[in-house]
């Protein structure tokens, strides 16, 4: 019914820390490092933020132009609550299950910028790098802090 898709989609929006859609604005723009990986610079449709991010295009190919949803998340219940670390085979549905393409990462590196007003976030995702830089007001959250654990979950705009 309505409420309970209501119902979800609060509890959904209450687990993820940052969420916007992106535009790819370049691919590769210092030259292809790896046979299977890129690295694209795209910008957010609702908040004014830079996105670099290294993706495995054999995986999930993305070309110019392509429009995605970025979510970023501490854990993948649908409740929010905190997971042990460790992924869940049980079959037990998560919030991956709406997404194409699902990383988790450790955030490395926060930089203040322009006395506070801009912020660099840098999360490592096993060797996958990801720098979203922008407003301190869209990137300052609770959960998005240095050595904080991170989902990154994709999908097609």
Same mark, same amino acid.
């Given at each position: 019914?309505?409420?309970?898709?209501?119902?979800?989609?609060?509890?959904?929006?209450?687990?993820?820390?940052?969420?916007?859609?992106?535009?790819?604005?370049?691919?590769?723009?210092?030259?292809?490092?790896?046979?299977?990986?890129?690295?694209?610079?795209?910008?957010?449709?609702?908040?004014?933020?830079?996105?670099?991010?290294?993706?495995?295009?054999?995986?999930?190919? %993305?070309?110019?132009?392509?429009?995605?949803?970025?979510? %970023?998340?501490?854990? %993948?219940?649908?409740?929010?609550?905190?997971?042990?670390?460790?992924?869940?085979?049980? #079959?037990?549905?998560?919030?991956?299950? #709406?997404?194409?393409?699902?990383?988790?990462?450790?955030?490395?590196?926060?930089?203040?910028?322009?006395?506070?007003?801009?912020?660099?976030?840098?999360?490592?995702?096993?060797?996958?790098?990801?720098?979203?830089? #922008?407003?301190?007001?869209?990137?300052?959250?609770?959960?998005?802090?240095?050595?904080?654990?991170?989902?990154? %979950?994709?999908?097609?705009?």
């Amino acid at each position: 019914s309505i409420s309970e898709l209501h119902v979800l989609h609060t509890i959904m929006a209450s687990a993820f820390l940052f969420e916007d859609i992106f535009t790819v604005k370049e691919k590769d723009p210092h030259g292809k490092r790896f046979e299977r990986v890129s690295r694209f610079v795209c910008t957010g449709q609702t908040h004014d933020i830079e996105l670099i991010l290294d993706i495995n295009t054999q995986l999930y190919p %993305l070309e110019l132009n392509d429009r995605f949803t970025l979510c %970023l998340a501490t854990t %993948l219940n649908e409740d929010g609550q905190p997971d042990d670390g460790e992924y869940d085979q049980s #079959g037990r549905s998560n919030l991956a299950d #709406g997404y194409d393409y699902v990383m988790h990462g450790l955030v490395y590196r926060i930089e203040e910028q322009d006395q506070g007003q801009q912020l660099g976030v840098y999360v490592s995702f096993g060797g996958l790098l990801m720098r979203l830089q #922008g407003d301190a007001s869209s990137l300052s959250k609770p959960g998005l802090d240095i050595d904080s654990n991170q989902y990154l %979950l994709l999908r097609k705009a």
